[in-house]
């Protein structure tokens, strides 16, 4: 092993910020023995340079400002390693109207992608799916798609009363 673990782990946080486990991790997979990484990984922490609850803060408010839901937020979140209990507090922060902000964000980009979506079952159905793939929850689907359909979908006046909505 040329390079000290200490160097090792200086460039990667340097590079990007990582969780503790994400660290963890990569040093191991560079041949570290695991008491030396886990003393690195103190070390790391103990000089602010490795900060779970800091880096869940940011991924949040990132996510959130992309037009992440919730859910799709938790997902993030787990898929950079960091701990059950970072990811909650980490959620907690999200406001309900935070949220809406989100999927208001999101229903936009969805609309935007299908022209005249409301008008076709299909057309309804590949929205609703894009909104629950960004992890946002069914009910706050069906009232962003029905409040879109009514007041926000260009010539929306042209939907056949009496026509049901089928949103699956």
Same mark, same amino acid.
């Given at each position: 092993?040329? *390079?000290?673990?200490?160097?090792?782990?200086?460039?990667?946080?340097?590079?990007?910020?990582?969780?503790?486990?994400?660290?963890?991790?990569?040093?191991?997979?560079?041949?570290?023995?695991?008491?030396?990484? @886990?003393?690195?990984?103190?070390?790391?922490?103990?000089?602010?340079?490795? *900060? *779970?609850?800091?880096?869940?803060?940011?991924?949040?408010? !990132?996510?959130?400002?992309?037009?992440?839901?919730?859910?799709?937020?938790?997902?993030?979140?787990?898929?950079?390693?960091?701990? +059950?209990?970072?990811?909650?507090?980490?959620?907690?922060?999200?406001?309900?109207?935070?949220?809406?902000?989100?999927?208001?964000?999101?229903?936009?980009? @969805?609309?935007?992608?299908? +022209?005249?979506?409301?008008?076709?079952?299909?057309?309804?159905?590949?929205?609703?799916?894009?909104?629950?793939?960004?992890?946002?929850?069914?009910?706050?689907?069906?009232?962003?798609?029905?409040? @879109?359909?009514?007041?926000?979908?260009?010539?929306? @006046?042209?939907?056949? +009363?009496?026509? !049901?909505? *089928?949103?699956?």
């Amino acid at each position: 092993m040329t *390079d000290d673990i200490h160097e090792v782990a200086l460039r990667m946080v340097a590079r990007r910020s990582l969780s503790a486990r994400e660290v963890k991790e990569r040093l191991a997979k560079r041949g570290f023995s695991a008491p030396a990484v @886990a003393a690195e990984v103190r070390r790391l922490e103990r000089a602010g340079l490795l *900060d *779970d609850a800091a880096l869940a803060a940011a991924l949040v408010a !990132t996510e959130v400002r992309r037009g992440r839901g919730r859910r799709g937020v938790a997902a993030t979140l787990r898929r950079r390693r960091l701990g +059950p209990q970072a990811v909650e507090e980490a959620l907690a922060t999200v406001s309900e109207e935070e949220e809406r902000t989100a999927l208001a964000v999101a229903v936009a980009a @969805a609309t935007r992608r299908s +022209p005249g979506w409301w008008r076709l079952p299909e057309g309804r159905r590949k929205v609703v799916r894009y909104l629950l793939a960004r992890g946002f929850g069914a009910r706050l689907v069906r009232e962003a798609v029905a409040a @879109a359909r009514e007041g926000g979908a260009d010539d929306a @006046a042209n939907v056949e +009363p009496g026509v !049901t909505e *089928d949103l699956s």
